[in-house]
């Protein structure tokens, strides 16, 4: 028997089993389980994956506010996984967990916890068992994937502007791309570093994609411009140079440079008009010997030995800000409407250093009081005293403000202020 809410969300509460469980309308989805995909795979994945009538990406927003705002303590209800059910059991503690068990079996089965509960349990090892006994907080994952999902669809008109004319930056080639959430963080990095076209050789999941999309976070003019190509000679072949990224060594005969060098080389070459290319290989092995060997030179990113594999849009994130350095389009953080380009060095916003004369106010001050209280003792130290004290306020290079800050302090612990003010 279910009890079908009315308030406008496809929501219901199933109350045939032991515990009443919120599931969605016409199904017995719960809704900790569209959660639960969501959160650990993707929306668009979820989606396909319960393929529930009715159920898209404007119904899901109701679905997650359904749990983000925990509106199952309103039904008395709870889903399976959820630390609200452990909690609306009264299970405060492993060992209460453990009593409401009448066996928790543990991998195989060679190893089992009895209690005197009539229920059963299953977990992979007691390590994981012991980090997943209370459930998992689905209201806070529900949280995050309305961020995603609105997220998404605030961004998926905004275009941007390129950052150069064609031809002036490297062309990003990835090939054969499995993941197109992959494929959009390399948009956002290559947005970024001011990297502006993006070809793809046979992604795995075609193109365009919308997961890409919503990847990559405002860089949609990159995704919408990015070509996809059947074969790697074909989106390469107006290129008059290309470099290969690899963190194997290859018994190639072919120039093996940094980020930096292979920067400066390419930078030569589209200044004399040439166009080129970076590649990048797949995310589970890289690129392949003979794809390689087609390339001009080799790119291997210095990294921990130990260590060497980099995902896909961390390796053209390095190459990107590496290709952005020096350039005089390049920015110290966003420059908008209300914050001004910045440079490297102390950040004085409105203040400025002190005079001199500020310090050396400051500095009779402060030992003037000090002398008033007894503090230079023996009075023949009181030379060095003073001058170790000057060394050290002098040595921070104070600012204006933080001079008269000083003071003000001073002058408090001396005089007090307000209520505490001394008479």
Same mark, same amino acid.
């Given at each position: ?44 994945? /979820? ?17 997650? *506010? ?25 299970? $405060? ?8 068990? /009448? ?60 950052? !150069? ?47 890409? *999309? ?7 003019? +990159?995704?919408?411009?990015?070509? !996809? ?28 440079? $940094?980020?930096?060098?292979? +920067? ?25 010997? /003979? ?15 130990? @260590? ?26 966003? +420059? ?25 106010? @400051? ?11 007894? @503090? ?22 104070? $600012? ?10 001073? /002058? ?12």
């Amino acid at each position: 028997m279910k009890h079908v809410r009315n308030d406008g969300l496809k929501i219901s509460v199933d109350i045939t089993g032991d515990l009443p469980v919120p599931v969605i309308s016409g199904s017995s989805v719960s809704v900790g389980a569209v959660v639960h995909a969501c959160h650990e795979g993707s929306i668009d994945g /979820a989606l396909d994956q319960f393929s529930l009538t009715g159920l898209d990406r404007t119904s899901l927003d109701d679905v997650l *506010r359904y749990c983000a705002e925990r509106r199952c303590e309103a039904d008395k209800a709870s889903c399976p996984g959820c630390r609200r059910r452990t909690e609306s059991q009264g299970l $405060t503690s492993f060992d209460a967990f453990a009593r409401d068990h /009448a066996a928790i079996i543990i991998g195989d089965g060679s190893l089992r916890l009895e209690g005197p509960g009539v229920r059963t349990a299953q977990s992979e090892s007691l390590e994981t068992l012991a980090e997943t006994w209370s459930g998992e907080k689905y209201w806070y994952w529900a949280r995050r994937v309305i961020r995603k999902l609105r997220h998404g669809i605030r961004r998926a008109h905004i275009q941007g502007t390129p950052f !150069a004319e064609e031809g002036q930056t490297p062309a990003v080639i990835l090939m054969e791309p499995q993941l197109a959430d992959n494929i959009g963080m390399v948009a956002r990095a290559m947005a970024n570093f001011g990297l502006d076209e993006l070809r793809l050789v046979a992604p795995r999941d075609g193109w365009p994609n919308e997961k890409a *999309r919503i990847a990559a976070s405002g860089a949609n003019y +990159v995704i919408d411009d990015a070509v !996809a190509f059947e074969k790697l000679s074909d989106a390469t072949a107006d290129l008059t140079w290309v470099c290969a990224t690899t963190a194997r060594q290859r018994d190639l005969r072919k120039p093996i440079l $940094t980020p930096d060098q292979a +920067v400066t080389e390419m930078s030569r070459r589209i200044s004399e008009g040439q166009r080129c290319g970076m590649l990048f290989g797949r995310e589970r092995n890289g690129l392949e010997t /003979a794809e390689l060997a087609d390339a001009d030179a080799l790119i291997m990113i210095p990294v921990n030995a130990e @260590f060497a594999s980099l995902n896909l849009a961390q390796a053209v994130l390095i190459l990107g800000y590496t290709w952005m350095q020096g350039r005089e389009e390049q920015s110290l953080g966003r +420059v908008t409407t209300y914050e001004k380009p910045l440079q490297t060095g102390l950040n004085m916003g409105a203040d400025r250093p002190a005079t001199k004369q500020e310090q050396l106010g @400051f500095f009779e001050h402060l030992e003037s009081e000090l002398d008033r209280h007894g @503090f230079f003792n023996p009075v023949e130290r009181r030379p060095m005293v003073v001058r170790n004290l000057r060394t050290l306020f002098t040595r921070m290079e104070p $600012t204006a403000q933080e001079i008269r800050t000083l003071r003000g302090v001073v /002058a408090t612990l001396v005089r007090g202020k307000g209520p505490a003010r001394k008479s």
